[in-house]
């Protein structure tokens, strides 16, 4: 039986979704830190930056590296698009979504090829 501190893979994809989730956290928690000139922001975005490492380490201990770390950046960067669309009213245009569509489509083959 295995930990979560020592993942089985299905475990692994567990921790490595939520770390991916993070990452969109502490990117666009950099937005609000203003250039590290607010320390409660800084705070938390360095706390989350840290949480989302970690996570992605225990992943990697049963997944191929680059798997996992594709996967994690995958995340990371269409959540963060998504959450600039949303909180900052960044474009919205069709090319964007579609771009978006593709890193998600990219996640998604990982996963299924890598399983």
Do not use: H, N
């Not at 705070?43 to 994690?72: C, E, H, N």
């Amino acid at each position: 039986m295995s930990s979560w501190l020592t993942p089985s893979p299905a475990q692994a994809w567990i921790l490595l979704a939520i770390a991916g989730c993070l990452e969109a956290g502490w990117a666009v928690g950099m937005k609000y830190t203003d250039g590290f000139r607010r320390p409660v922001a800084t705070a938390i975005v360095v706390a989350v930056a840290l949480a989302s490492f970690w996570l992605l380490a225990l992943a990697m201990r049963p997944l191929p590296v680059g798997t996992a770390y594709a996967v994690w950046v995958g995340i990371g960067a269409a959540g963060a698009a998504v959450l600039g669309i949303v909180l900052f009213a960044e474009t919205a245009s069709f090319a964007r979504l579609a771009c978006i569509a593709l890193i998600v489509a990219g996640v998604i083959g990982l996963k299924l090829v890598d399983g």
